[in-house]
Antibody, heavy 120, light 107 residues
Framework: QVQLVESGGGVVQPGGSLRLSCAAS????????IHWVRQAPGKGLEWVAF????????YYADSVRGRFTISRDNSKNSVYLQMNSLGGEDTAIYYC?????????????WGQGTLVTVSS | DIQMTQSPSTLSASVGDRVTITCRAS??????LAWYQQKPGKAPKLLIY???SLESGVPSRFSGSGSGTEFTLTISSLQPDDFATYFC?????????FGQGTKVEIK
């Protein structure tokens, strides 16, 4: 069955950096794009970034463009989110989510999430 | 960005009730809309995609309709497992955006 497992969350000081990982299994990883979606504590969902199956095309929310970088290693069935210049507004649970087959940009499977807390 | 507005924000209902949640888009989203269910401490779960297509394994009491700027999620007969928060999401254009959520509570 499809599994997505996030890791790398933790407490980081304002201005700091963190790298999240998403390990995938149960499907042909190299054939699917992967998204990152975040949720601030007690708040709604915010799409963050997307990388296509080939790793060439990347898309970002305006709120993170220039600070976050999404990448993938198809040999390790993993996607990464490098987060730099972190601020309090980045405090959230970060989920990785699988893109379905085809071009539709919704999320058919989600990981359990990893919590990022930006605090001094 | 396309803004998504859900109503109501909170809904109190009883088991067996028919429940309808509305999602309005600030621009035409055609049928590029999905609905998710989220329970406390859990990741969201896909219910509906392309406005009205039921995801595999989702009970048939869930249905979606609409196109353009107005969409609805209907639960035909509310079950105890359905008390949760529901989010709509447009994927007509980047940035992909969500509604603020509708919490379905026990009356």
């Amino acid at each position: 069955q499809v599994q997505l497992v996030e890791s790398g969350g933790g407490v980081v000081q304002p201005g700091g950096s963190l790298r999240l990982s998403c390990a995938a299994s149960g499907f042909t990883f190299s054939a699917f794009g992967i998204h990152w979606v975040r949720q601030a504590p007690g708040k709604g969902l915010e799409w963050v970034a997307f990388i296509r199956d080939d790793g060439i095309s990347e898309y970002y929310a305006d709120s993170v463009r220039g600070r976050f970088t999404i990448s993938r290693d198809n040999s390790k069935n993993s996607v990464y989110l490098q987060m730099n210049s972190l601020g309090g507004e980045d405090t959230a649970i970060y989920y990785c989510a699988k893109h379905p087959s085809g071009w539709d940009n919704y999320f058919d499977y989600w990981g359990q999430g990893t919590l990022v807390t930006v605090s001094s | 960005d396309i803004q998504m507005t859900q109503s109501p924000s909170t809904l109190s209902a009883s088991v067996g009730d028919r429940v309808t949640i509305t999602c309005r888009a600030s621009q035409n989203s055609n049928s590029w809309l999905a609905w998710y269910q989220q329970k406390p401490g859990k990741a969201p779960k896909l219910l509906i995609y392309k406005a009205s297509s039921l995801e595999s394994g989702v009970p048939s009491r869930f249905s979606g309709s609409g196109s353009g700027t107005e969409f609805t999620l209907t639960i035909s007969s509310l079950q105890p497992d359905d008390f949760a928060t529901y989010f709509c999401q447009q994927y007509s254009a980047y940035s992909l955006t969500f509604g603020q959520g509708t919490k379905v509570e026990i009356k």
